[in-house]
Nanobody, 122 residues
């Protein structure tokens, strides 16, 4: 239902653009988010965008560097990542939630992708 792509190996200061293609549900009604999970750590919230695309949220550690966006006709959500740092290294997952009370809480999300690896070398 969700398929991430765009991960890879990049040097510190580089950029990547992640994509998450959705199918099997009415994408335009779903809030979408990106989470990440580093080895030995919990999956953590990175950024989210409401169904209309009007409101976005992100975590302090990525402010000014990462931008979430969506294209509802294409059923796709994106994460543009600039000025990447080694601490951004993780598997990045996209999640989808139809109705949400806490957009930063991973247990609110109904669907998840398989993840895409992002590795930032120092």
């Amino acid at each position: 239902l969700l398929e991430e792509s765009g991960g890879g190996l990049v040097q510190t200061g580089g950029s990547l653009r992640l994509s998450c293609a959705a199918s099997g549900f009415t994408f335009r009604f779903y809030n979408m988010a990106w989470f990440r999970q580093a080895p030995g750590k919990e999956r953590e919230f990175v950024a989210a965008i409401e169904s209309s695309g009007d409101t976005t949220y992100d975590v302090d550690s990525v402010k000014g560097r990462f931008t979430i966006s969506r294209d509802n006709p294409k059923n796709t959500v994106y994460l543009q990542m600039n000025s990447l740092k080694p601490e951004d290294t993780a598997v990045y997952y996209c999640g989808a939630a139809p109705i949400i009370r806490n957009i930063r809480a991973k247990n609110e999300y109904r669907y998840w992708g398989q993840g895409t690896q992002v590795t930032v070398s120092s």
